[in-house]
């Protein structure tokens, strides 16, 4: 059963934007923390951004100031603004939620490539 659903990856120019979206399934529920993370061919998977329930937000140093993380808790979606992209944000970007029924390591989503280049 897929329970979260990734879109809005693609290519792009450096420069230029992208949006993110991922979706819960209705299966999960009384979500936590969200969070998306990437993963760059030969490197390992980081954090690129989370946000709580209440909104506090978390960036990583690289994407500081390009990428604005955002949650519509109604709609059970996690949304990535990212602006002003780079050829090293190219990865593919997960989405990952704390959400109940409780499971480790959290829901993770398919992935989503986001490639950056001229």
């Known amino acids: 059963q897929v329970q979260l659903v990734e879109s809005g990856g693609g290519l792009v120019q450096p420069g230029g934007s992208l949006r993110l979206s991922c979706a819960a399934s209705?299966?999960?529920?009384?979500?936590?923390?969200m969070a998306w993370y990437r993963q760059a061919p030969g490197k390992d998977r980081e954090l690129v951004a989370s946000i709580t329930t209440g909104g506090r937000t978390n960036y990583a140093d690289s994407v500081k100031g390009r990428f604005t993380i955002s949650r519509d808790n109604a709609k059970k979606t996690l949304y990535v603004e990212m602006n002003a992209l780079k050829p090293e944000d190219t990865a593919v970007y997960y989405c990952?939620?704390?959400?109940?029924?409780?499971?480790?390591?959290?829901?993770w989503g398919q992935g989503t490539q986001v490639t950056v280049s001229s």
């Open positions: 990952n939620v704390n959400a109940e029924p409780i499971i480790a390591g959290g829901y």
């Open positions: 209705k299966s999960i529920f009384n979500i936590y923390r």
